[in-house]
């Protein structure tokens, strides 16, 4: 079996490096065609993958076709491979933002039987710890659904949602390394503030985070009894959080989570 790679950027190439390290494939068997770049002249030369001249060279070859590209480009990028992906009939798969399976099948042809699955990672896959969504349309079949879960599944946790919940999966895991982000740097710019190198006060920071989603990840505790644990009488854990809920913590995090939800369905309504 080969697996294609219609762009091999941040995610494309996390994905190849996650299959690779897993040995789920030899290089010889994955393919990638994307426009120069140094990034894309590392990544071949540290995972022996091979490189095509073109988008339908590589989709006449391969089995499998990651379509790793940015939404604004995947009508003109399907439009143009339309012919190779008729003859082929690879399965395709999207990890394009906001584009729908009835989108991408339009791309292509609008009438025609072919196995479409979306995925939504996210970028943590880099570290392998990512987090993805996977769902297909009529024609894909169990197995093809197996085979993707598996190989998001060696990088990270992948779970099969209905598409109508994307927008949310999206949310809470695609944007959500952002907002974490945010507040490990608020936390290290704080203790800045009391007296600590940013750069040492980042690292204690996200170890923090970091293990404190492992506790969730692991252990049988919910979130809020992790936090009860914590919280000691009249301590300063209880006076932080107070200041955090004065100031709409909770509920600001439920508005950005609205606001990304919202925005997904904007692209994926064209507006």
């Not at 290089?27 to 990034?39: E, K, V, Y």
């Not at 203790?191 to 170890?207: E, F, N, W």
Request: a negative charge; aromatic letters at 6%; charged letters at 15%.
């Amino acid at each position: 079996m080969k697996i294609g790679f219609v762009g091999a950027g941040n995610m494309g190439g996390a994905i190849i490096r996650g299959i690779l390290n897993r040995q789920l494939f030899s290089p010889q068997d994955i393919l990638a065609s994307s426009l120069p770049s140094p990034q894309l002249d590392q990544l071949v030369a540290d995972t022996g993958v091979i490189l095509c001249p073109d988008n339908s060279n590589l989709i006449e070859k391969s089995d499998i076709v990651f379509l790793a590209v940015k939404p604004q480009v995947m009508p003109a990028v399907l439009q143009a491979a339309a012919p190779a992906i008729l003859r082929r009939r690879p399965l395709l798969v999207s990890i394009a933002a906001g584009t729908s399976l009835q989108q991408l099948q339009n791309f292509v042809a609008a009438e025609t039987s072919l196995p479409i699955i979306r995925v939504m990672p996210n970028i943590n896959a880099q570290a392998g710890e990512g987090a993805a969504a996977v769902c297909g349309n009529s024609w894909v079949s169990k197995e093809q659904i197996d085979t993707i879960l598996g190989i998001f599944r060696t990088f990270g946790k992948a779970w099969e949602l209905p598409e109508k919940d994307f927008g949310i999966f999206a949310a809470i895991a695609g944007c959500s390394p952002a907002y974490a982000c945010l507040f490990i740097d608020a936390l290290s710019r704080a203790a800045v503030k009391h007296g600590l190198p940013k750069d040492l006060a980042t690292r204690i920071a996200a170890q923090a985070v970091y293990g404190s989603a492992r506790m969730v990840m692991e252990t049988d505790d919910t979130p809020w009894d992790l936090i009860d644990k914590v919280c000691s009488p009249g301590g300063t854990t209880v006076a932080g959080l107070i200041a955090l809920e004065d100031n709409a913590f909770v509920s600001s995090v439920i508005r950005a989570i609205d606001a990304a939800i919202a925005k997904d369905h904007e692209l994926l309504n064209g507006q």
